[in-house]
């Protein structure tokens, strides 16, 4: 009885409520076009192997997979700000409002990696 609520409650130190990333700002110059927006993130993502797609103007999706485990997630965007909003997943323990930690993690870096990108690339 004991190995089982120690199990229980290892899995639940695992798990963490879900992060999304919401209206994280950013200011490209200007004169940056949708297209160099969408091409420095697609590119943030690529270095921490997200792959990421457009699904329309202002929007895209990105997927991550690490071992047996994929994420999902909606990138929504404009000139002023971005977001990282949870849309599916994959072996992660989602029950509605927690996700293993790891899932906070990735989305965390992949918010700093986007912004830091937009900083550099399009000043």
């Known amino acids: 009885m004991l190995i089982v609520l120690l199990i229980v409650g290892f899995n639940a130190c695992r798990t963490a409520p879900i992060y999304n990333a919401k209206h994280i ?13 969408e091409k420095t993130i697609r590119y943030a993502g690529r270095r921490l192997d ?11 999706q990105g997927v991550f997979r690490k071992r047996d485990h994929t ?6 965007y404009n000139k002023t700000q ?12 989602y029950d509605g409002d927690k996700i293993h930690v ?4 990735w989305v965390k ?8 990108e937009i900083g550099f ?3």
């Open 71 to 76: 994420v999902t997630v909606a990138i929504p």
């Open 50 to 60: 997200w792959r990421i797609n457009k699904v329309h103007p202002g929007e895209m």
């Open 25 to 37: 700002p950013i200011s490209p110059r200007p004169s940056a076009t949708e297209e160099e927006i």
């Open 109 to 116: 870096r992949l918010a700093e990696q986007i912004k830091n």
């Open 102 to 105: 790891n899932y906070n993690i």
């Open 121 to 123: 690339r399009l000043p």
């Open 82 to 93: 971005f977001s990282i909003l949870y849309l599916d997943s994959e072996n992660l323990d």
